[in-house]
């Protein structure tokens, strides 16, 4: 039994108790000159007052309880098959996540060896390849497509950032499709899920599917959501539920970019980076 309906209880149980108490002070009001009655007729006919006078508001109270008790439960069985549903997704999205495999130039990010990863390991790197074109010199991709002087007009130029990071996405997505495709279509879905649904506080399960995903997770949601795979739709739900908000600190440019596409989300996030 939940707090709120446990609140809705007292609160009937207290206007029947009330209502009882004014019925009978009513009658003490009406009768108090007249000494106690030890005729049962005469309490037979109280009773009747009471029953009659309090009866009809005692059972529209009952009717209102009933009613409360069968939206309760009602509403209880909405929670549970949503949550069933929704762990059962979440669940799905893992799989998809540990199943993922596919390579990363390794030389960009500056490491030896193979360049096949699985699982989180393929968003760990990933993450450092896309955080190496949009954040370190000389290979900044915006340091190596204009001047000096375009490359601050671009920091605030919406419009021309955009196109530079959908020509920067497509770049990474090509040959991806089927890894990325079949991830961000799961939990654009996911989060799908909980917006559309008809429960409260719908954050909470928002955080709980942020709470699973890496930082580098997050940090290739960033982009996904932005270029014109996630622009459409998952760019505003990212935003609106600050799903971002935790993402660990990329650099200038990467900041420049939060507070353009996800302003929102940009607040939260500097505010958790201030110190207390």
């Given at each position: 039994?939940?707090?709120?309906?446990?609140?809705?209880?007292?609160?009937?149980?207290?206007?029947a108790?009330?209502?009882?108490?004014?019925?009978?002070?009513?009658y003490w009001?009406n009768?108090?000159?007249?000494?106690?009655?030890?005729?049962?007729?005469?309490?037979?006919?109280?009773?009747?007052?009471?029953?009659?006078?309090?009866?009809?508001?005692?059972?529209?109270?009952?009717?209102?309880?009933?009613?409360?008790?069968?939206?309760?439960?009602?509403?209880?069985?909405?929670?549970?098959?949503?949550?069933?549903?929704?762990?059962?997704?979440?669940?799905?999205?893992?799989?998809?996540?540990?199943?993922?495999c596919?390579?990363?130039?390794?030389?960009?990010?500056?490491?030896?060896?193979g360049?096949?990863?699985?699982?989180?390991?393929y968003?760990?790197?990933?993450?450092?390849?896309?955080?190496?074109?949009?954040?370190?010199?000389?290979?900044?991709?915006?340091?190596?497509?204009?001047?000096?002087?375009?490359?601050?007009?671009?920091l605030?130029?919406?419009?021309?950032?955009?196109?530079?990071?959908?020509?920067?996405?497509?770049?990474?997505?090509?040959?991806?499709?089927?890894?990325l495709?079949?991830?961000?279509?799961?939990?654009?879905?996911?989060?799908?899920?909980?917006?559309?649904?008809?429960?409260?506080?719908?954050?909470?399960?928002?955080?709980?599917?942020?709470?699973?995903?890496t930082?580098?997770?997050?940090?290739?949601?960033?982009?996904?959501?932005?270029?014109?795979?996630?622009?459409?739709?998952?760019?505003?739900?990212?935003?609106?539920y600050?799903?971002?908000?935790?993402?660990?600190?990329?650099?200038?440019?990467?900041?420049?970019?939060?507070?353009?596409?996800?302003?929102?989300?940009?607040?939260?996030?500097?505010?958790?980076l201030?110190?207390?």
């Amino acid at each position: 039994m939940d707090k709120q309906f446990k609140n809705y209880i007292l609160i009937v149980v207290g206007l029947a108790v009330g209502l009882l108490l004014i019925v009978t002070l009513i009658y003490w009001l009406n009768f108090a000159q007249y000494t106690l009655s030890k005729n049962t007729d005469d309490w037979g006919q109280f009773g009747a007052y009471i029953g009659g006078v309090a009866g009809v508001f005692l059972t529209l109270l009952t009717i209102i309880l009933l009613i409360i008790t069968l939206y309760s439960q009602n509403r209880n069985a909405t929670i549970s098959q949503f949550e069933s549903s929704f762990f059962e997704l979440l669940r799905l999205h893992k799989e998809i996540t540990d199943r993922i495999c596919g390579t990363v130039d390794i030389s960009i990010i500056y490491e030896s060896g193979g360049n096949e990863f699985k699982g989180l390991m393929y968003f760990e790197k990933l993450s450092k390849e896309i955080h190496k074109k949009f954040d370190d010199n000389p290979d900044n991709i915006l340091e190596q497509l204009v001047n000096p002087i375009e490359f601050k007009n671009i920091l605030e130029d919406k419009t021309a950032m955009q196109e530079i990071i959908d020509s920067f996405y497509n770049e990474l997505y090509h040959g991806r499709e089927s890894e990325l495709g079949h991830y961000f279509r799961s939990l654009y879905h996911l989060v799908k899920f909980v917006n559309d649904s008809l429960i409260g506080n719908k954050k909470r399960y928002i955080d709980l599917i942020q709470a699973y995903l890496t930082d580098a997770e997050l940090h290739c949601t960033f982009y996904n959501g932005i270029a014109i795979y996630g622009r459409k739709h998952f760019q505003r739900l990212l935003d609106d539920y600050s799903f971002l908000e935790n993402i660990k600190p990329k650099g200038d440019i990467f900041e420049k970019q939060f507070e353009m596409f996800y302003p929102k989300t940009f607040i939260n996030y500097k505010n958790k980076l201030r110190p207390n």
